[in-house]
């Protein structure tokens, strides 16, 4: 059985933001019309509060096609993406996120090499500074 059978529950807030620098455009997800009292009590739903940061773990694997309690005993990597398909000649209020969730490891670990979800480059850049970072 898995170890954490509750983590089903746990709760995950995620804060994103975007910045069109042509644009002097930024936005984030936590939309200007979300306060303190309302982050307290919503959680994702798709349907009914697409617009709150806060996912259920178990929702995440849910919406992705997954069981959370077998993917809890073996382990699992998940993605959860945002898309801001955004118009910038419409108004800023239709500039809004869009998540989806997938599984990026390989369920099936008795098939594969190397199980797991692994990196196998990084991706280097110069910063503004002149610095040099990577991914």
Not at 36 to 58: M, V, W
Not at 110 to 130: C, E, L, W
Request: charged share 25%; proline share 4%.
């Amino acid at each position: 059985p898995a170890f954490l059978r509750e983590a089903e529950n746990f709760t995950l807030l995620v804060k994103n933001n975007i910045w069109y620098r042509k644009f002097n455009f930024s936005k984030r997800n936590i939309l200007p019309t979300i306060n303190s009292t309302y982050l307290k009590n919503c959680i994702y739903d798709a349907q009914t509060d697409p617009f709150c940061p806060i996912f259920r773990l178990g929702k995440i694997v849910e919406a992705a096609g997954q069981d959370f309690q077998e993917m809890a005993v073996e382990g699992g990597v998940m993605a959860l993406q945002i898309n801001w398909d955004c118009n910038l000649d419409r108004a800023a209020s239709h500039c809004v996120p869009k998540y989806s969730f997938r599984r990026l490891d390989n369920k099936d670990s008795a098939h594969t090499v190397s199980p797991g979800y692994n990196f196998r480059f990084a991706k280097y850049y110069k910063n503004s500074d002149g610095t040099e970072s990577r991914t």
